[in-house]
């Protein structure tokens, strides 16, 4: 029933019985049509003038009214169609969103035509079919179409195969087979020339006509099929439409990268700044070479996508989609906005492919900041700061436990040991699945340091308690390092009268007293001690090998005064707490996991259960000993704390006896964590920690740059994170980028970030990918 009949009812209903209603009970006592039969073609329109008019499987090409090509839809020589779609696609006078569509092809599938012809020539676009070989035999081919042609169907082909699995084609390539000898056994009919519509009139000025190559091409054109490669590198055929048939081997991110566009308010362009100091750290140039130049423009848009997802405070991959903004695809300078899945599988995918990508990208960009931290040094010492950083872990899966000093506990999670230059600034971290002791990894990260600095320089190490051990230290002193660390107690309390120096740290005033009588023992010689006597007569004692003064050494471990800011050792820790909650340390990123290898050992979990009884069954003696001794004799309670001290003291043996038989380590197969216990792999997570070390790296100077001009030096980086968010309106010249940024800011923070801007227009920063390499000027919009 019609809309416009259940309308007369509804009408007739109502008690209003006209003219309509009767109109309507006639058609349908008539079964007259309601709608006209539909035209015998199809216009597909790319432009005012242009379109496709397509009559059954014949498409033909219309510009300005005249016919400038045609095609065959069921065809498998798609060469025709191709040259054509990418020779108009040169014109500037066509969207090519619009024009794939005319076409019946992809827009991504358009612009991989257009980089191959960029790439090849027209000529390229009529290879022979490549990819995968079809699984077919001609002898079988010849069986399913005889028995297609006695009236089978084919589902008698696919069952007709052997049982093994092995042996069998999937039903799908049955029925493409199928189709294919429907195709040639039932030829298209012949269709009334495309001349002979509408669009076929007379020829008008300034009318589109092909080239002489593309005539040579269509002479050319007979029995080829193209192919275009994916992201993947996989070359796919063509299917009807232009459309790959795998969903599978679709480009990972669909978009080629696009000149830089203005005019218009762009959102979030303030993280063009971000990009371009991330650019001149290296990351795009170390990333292109580890990757070796795989997919340039696609790894290029997905670094910028998650540079400027962290740059407005998103932290992690996932923060890509609050790109898509209209003018998300203006800031990337890409085709549209990447999803956040689209980016992973791009990075996943180049990470299978290109066989330890990750630690090279890795390894390059920690030598670039090792470099860059020892240029920035005063002195000619490379001073670096380590130590170890929990990611604690809440997921399904079953992982190690580590110590996190904050909870005072063992949590599952990962251990990271990071890396930090005297500034605060990350230049590399190291995870370690297994929590190692801090002395475990001293020793390989000063050798990675000696490795990216080269044997003539002078490194020195600061750390905690945690590395204050005698063999350790005696390992660093050997291997020609410096160091500087807390010494552990228990250490001699020395009169107040032989501390003879003062230095101020962090506001408060310390008296110390330097001493050659730190005796390793065994022969292992001495160490230089530096003993702090606070204003509340609290000692704390340094230990160092190193030529710097005592005054540069406390400076380095503990901090000073002239900074006003957090110095010394507690600038990691503050790092650790602002890597995470700005840039997203402690995100998992990559889910995926393995199951460790036979023969690792781990802590035996029933042995640290046992040991835990036995702690909690000898606190129950303590309690039940403590309420006998306040008990009077004769006491009627003393019956139920005496059973109760007897259950302990039971419990206590039995442990005991059990306890030696139950090792404290254990490999992972002998344990109840067998086939339970993995760890996550962390390939993709390497890349975006590299990505955040560099991002945090570019803040730090521009927070440096910035604070001097700043009522509150502290809200520096506050400020930073306004100027990455704020839009603003891009201008595109032939000498120069000009953006006006429009940053939610007061006015003295106005003024300071018209200082940070001048300052960065002097250094003439540059896009990445950016062909015409113009330099970026940045200025405020007037309020």
Same mark, same amino acid.
């Given at each position: 029933?019609?809309?416009?009949?259940?309308?007369?009812?509804?009408?007739?209903?109502?008690?209003?019985?006209?003219?309509?209603?009767?109109?309507?009970?006639?058609?349908?006592?008539?079964?007259?049509?309601?709608?006209?039969?539909?035209?015998?073609?199809?216009?597909?329109?790319?432009?005012?003038?242009?379109?496709?008019?397509?009559?059954?499987?014949?498409?033909?090409?219309?510009?300005?009214?005249?016919?400038?090509?045609?095609?065959?839809?069921?065809?498998?020589?798609?060469?025709?169609?191709?040259?054509?779609?990418?020779?108009?696609?040169?014109?500037?006078?066509?969207?090519?969103?619009?024009?794939?569509?005319?076409?019946?092809?992809?827009?991504?599938?358009? =612009?991989?035509?257009?980089?191959?012809?960029?790439?090849?020539?027209?000529?390229?676009?009529?290879?022979?079919?490549?990819?995968?070989?079809?699984?077919?035999?001609?002898?079988?081919?010849?069986?399913?179409?005889?028995?297609?042609?006695?009236?089978?169907?084919?589902?008698?082909?696919?069952?007709?195969?052997?049982?093994?699995?092995?042996?069998?084609?999937?039903?799908?390539?049955?029925?493409?087979?199928?189709?294919?000898?429907?195709?040639?056994?039932?030829?298209?009919?012949?269709?009334?020339?495309?001349?002979?519509?509408?669009?076929?009139?007379?020829?008008?000025?300034?009318?589109?006509?092909?080239? +002489?190559?593309?005539?040579?091409?269509?002479?050319?054109?007979?029995?080829?099929?193209?192919?275009?490669?994916?992201?993947?590198?996989?070359?796919?055929?063509?299917?009807?439409?232009?459309?790959?048939?795998?969903?599978?081997?679709?480009?990972?991110?669909? /978009?080629?990268?696009?000149?830089?566009?203005?005019?218009? /308010?762009?959102?979030?362009?303030?993280?063009?700044?971000?990009?371009?100091?991330?650019?001149?750290?290296?990351?795009?140039?170390?990333?292109? =070479?580890?990757?070796?130049?795989?997919?340039?423009?696609?790894?290029?848009?997905?670094?910028?996508?998650?540079?400027?997802?962290?740059?407005?405070?998103?932290?992690?991959?996932?923060?890509?989609?609050?790109?898509?903004?209209?003018?998300?695809?203006?800031?990337?300078?890409?085709?549209?906005?990447?999803?956040?899945?689209?980016?992973?599988?791009?990075?996943?995918?180049?990470?299978?492919?290109?066989?330890?990508?990750?630690?090279?990208?890795?390894?390059?960009?920690?030598?670039?900041?090792?470099?860059?931290?020892?240029?920035?040094?005063?002195?000619?010492?490379?001073?670096?700061?380590?130590?170890?950083?929990?990611?604690?872990?809440?997921?399904?899966?079953?992982?190690?436990?580590?110590?996190?000093?904050?909870?005072?506990?063992?949590?599952?999670?990962?251990?990271?040991?990071?890396?930090?230059?005297?500034?605060?600034?990350?230049?590399?971290?190291?995870?370690?699945?297994?929590?190692?002791?801090?002395?475990?990894?001293?020793?390989?990260?000063?050798?990675?340091?000696?490795?990216?600095?080269?044997?003539?320089?002078?490194?020195?190490?600061?750390?905690?308690?945690?590395?204050?051990?005698?063999?350790?230290?005696?390992?660093?002193?050997?291997?020609?390092?410096?160091?500087?660390?807390?010494?552990?107690?228990?250490?001699?309390?020395?009169?107040?009268?032989?501390?003879?120096?003062?230095?101020?740290?962090?506001?408060?005033?310390?008296?110390?007293?330097?001493?050659?009588?730190?005796?390793?023992?065994?022969?292992?010689?001495?160490?230089?001690?530096?003993?702090?006597?606070?204003?509340?007569? +609290?000692?704390?004692?340094?230990?160092?090998?190193?030529?710097?003064?005592?005054?540069?050494?406390?400076?380095?471990?503990?901090?000073?005064?002239?900074?006003?800011?957090?110095?010394?050792?507690?600038?990691?820790?503050?790092?650790?707490?602002?890597?995470?909650?700005?840039?997203?340390?402690?995100?998992?990123?990559?889910?995926?996991?393995?199951?460790?290898?036979?023969?690792?050992?781990?802590?035996?979990?029933?042995?640290?259960?046992?040991?835990?009884?036995?702690?909690?069954?000898? *606190?129950?003696?303590?309690? *039940?000993? +403590?309420?006998?001794?306040?008990?009077?004799?004769?006491?009627?309670?003393?019956?139920?704390?005496?059973?109760?001290?007897?259950?302990?003291?039971?419990?206590?043996?039995?442990?005991?006896?059990?306890?030696?038989?139950?090792?404290?380590?254990?490999?992972?197969?002998?344990?109840?964590?067998?086939?339970?216990?993995?760890?996550?792999?962390?390939?993709?997570?390497?890349?975006?920690?590299?990505?955040?070390?560099?991002?945090?790296?570019?803040? +730090?100077?521009?927070?440096? /740059?910035?604070?001097?001009?700043?009522?509150?030096?502290?809200?520096?980086?506050?400020?930073?994170?306004?100027?990455?968010?704020?839009?603003?309106?891009?201008?595109?010249?032939?000498?120069?980028?000009?953006?006006?940024?429009?940053?939610?800011?007061?006015?003295?923070?106005?003024?300071?970030?018209?200082?940070?801007?001048?300052?960065?227009?002097?250094?003439?920063?540059?896009?990445?990918?950016?062909?015409?390499?113009?330099?970026?000027?940045?200025?405020?919009?007037?309020?």
């Amino acid at each position: 029933m019609t809309r416009g009949y259940a309308a007369a009812l509804k009408f007739d209903r109502l008690g209003n019985f006209g003219p309509v209603a009767v109109v309507w009970r006639a058609m349908e006592a008539l079964s007259l049509p309601l709608q006209e039969s539909p035209p015998p073609y199809e216009v597909r329109r790319f432009s005012n003038d242009g379109s496709v008019v397509v009559r059954g499987s014949t498409s033909s090409v219309f510009i300005g009214g005249t016919m400038i090509g045609e095609f065959d839809e069921r065809d498998p020589d798609r060469g025709r169609r191709n040259v054509l779609a990418v020779t108009l696609a040169k014109s500037d006078e066509f969207h090519l969103g619009r024009l794939a569509s005319a076409f019946g092809i992809t827009d991504e599938y358009l =612009r991989q035509l257009r980089r191959k012809e960029e790439a090849e020539g027209l000529g390229s676009l009529l290879l022979s079919k490549q990819g995968k070989e079809s699984k077919v035999t001609a002898e079988q081919r010849a069986a399913w179409c005889t028995l297609f042609a006695a009236g089978g169907m084919p589902i008698d082909a696919y069952r007709s195969q052997p049982r093994s699995k092995n042996k069998r084609l999937s039903y799908a390539t049955v029925w493409r087979v199928y189709e294919k000898w429907q195709r040639d056994a039932s030829p298209a009919s012949s269709e009334p020339s495309a001349e002979s519509t509408p669009e076929a009139t007379a020829p008008v000025a300034g009318q589109l006509t092909l080239p +002489s190559t593309l005539e040579r091409v269509h002479d050319q054109a007979d029995g080829v099929e193209t192919t275009v490669t994916n992201a993947s590198g996989k070359s796919v055929s063509s299917g009807k439409g232009g459309a790959t048939p795998d969903e599978d081997a679709e480009d990972i991110v669909p /978009m080629a990268g696009q000149p830089v566009r203005g005019g218009k /308010m762009v959102q979030h362009v303030g993280c063009w700044i971000l990009l371009a100091l991330v650019k001149e750290l290296g990351l795009h140039e170390e990333a292109n =070479r580890a990757f070796e130049s795989q997919h340039v423009d696609g790894l290029r848009i997905a670094l910028d996508a998650v540079i400027c997802a962290l740059a407005i405070y998103q932290r992690c991959v996932e923060g890509v989609r609050r790109l898509a903004t209209p003018t998300g695809a203006t800031l990337l300078r890409a085709e549209r906005v990447p999803s956040a899945n689209g980016v992973r599988k791009l990075l996943g995918r180049l990470l299978e492919r290109v066989e330890g990508g990750a630690t090279a990208l890795d390894a390059c960009i920690a030598e670039r900041l090792m470099a860059r931290a020892r240029t920035c040094s005063d002195d000619n010492l490379a001073v670096f700061y380590v130590d170890n950083h929990l990611r604690c872990y809440t997921g399904k899966h079953v992982v190690r436990k580590g110590w996190r000093m904050q909870d005072k506990r063992v949590l599952p999670g990962a251990t990271d040991y990071y890396v930090h230059d005297e500034d605060g600034r990350p230049v590399f971290r190291i995870p370690v699945a297994s929590h190692d002791s801090l002395t475990s990894w001293l020793s390989p990260i000063a050798t990675r340091l000696r490795d990216g600095l080269g044997p003539g320089e002078r490194i020195l190490l600061a750390f905690d308690r945690g590395g204050a051990y005698a063999k350790q230290l005696v390992a660093l002193r050997d291997a020609g390092f410096e160091f500087v660390t807390y010494e552990r107690k228990p250490y001699p309390q020395l009169a107040a009268s032989v501390f003879e120096h003062s230095v101020v740290i962090r506001g408060e005033t310390y008296r110390f007293h330097e001493s050659r009588l730190k005796n390793l023992g065994a022969g292992r010689g001495r160490l230089r001690r530096i003993a702090l006597l606070a204003s509340d007569g +609290s000692q704390i004692n340094l230990v160092a090998i190193s030529t710097a003064p005592a005054e540069r050494l406390i400076e380095i471990l503990m901090g000073d005064e002239p900074r006003k800011m957090p110095s010394g050792r507690w600038q990691q820790e503050n790092a650790f707490k602002h890597g995470d909650r700005r840039w997203g340390i402690n995100q998992l990123d990559g889910r995926r996991v393995e199951s460790y290898p036979p023969g690792t050992v781990i802590p035996n979990p029933a042995r640290n259960r046992i040991d835990r009884s036995l702690r909690l069954a000898r *606190a129950a003696e303590g309690d *039940a000993r +403590s309420s006998l001794a306040r008990l009077p004799d004769g006491d009627p309670r003393r019956a139920a704390v005496e059973h109760d001290l007897a259950s302990a003291l039971e419990l206590q043996r039995e442990l005991e006896d059990l306890r030696p038989s139950i090792p404290k380590h254990a490999p992972v197969e002998d344990t109840e964590l067998a086939g339970k216990l993995v760890r996550h792999l962390g390939t993709l997570k390497s890349i975006i920690d590299v990505i955040r070390l560099v991002c945090a790296n570019a803040e +730090s100077d521009l927070a440096t /740059m910035l604070a001097p001009h700043l009522n509150r030096p502290r809200e520096a980086k506050r400020v930073i994170a306004n100027i990455f968010a704020a839009p603003g309106k891009v201008a595109v010249t032939d000498h120069a980028i000009h953006v006006r940024l429009a940053p939610a800011a007061n006015r003295s923070e106005r003024t300071a970030i018209e200082q940070l801007l001048a300052a960065l227009n002097q250094r003439n920063l540059t896009l990445p990918g950016d062909p015409a390499t113009l330099p970026l000027h940045f200025d405020l919009q007037p309020l």
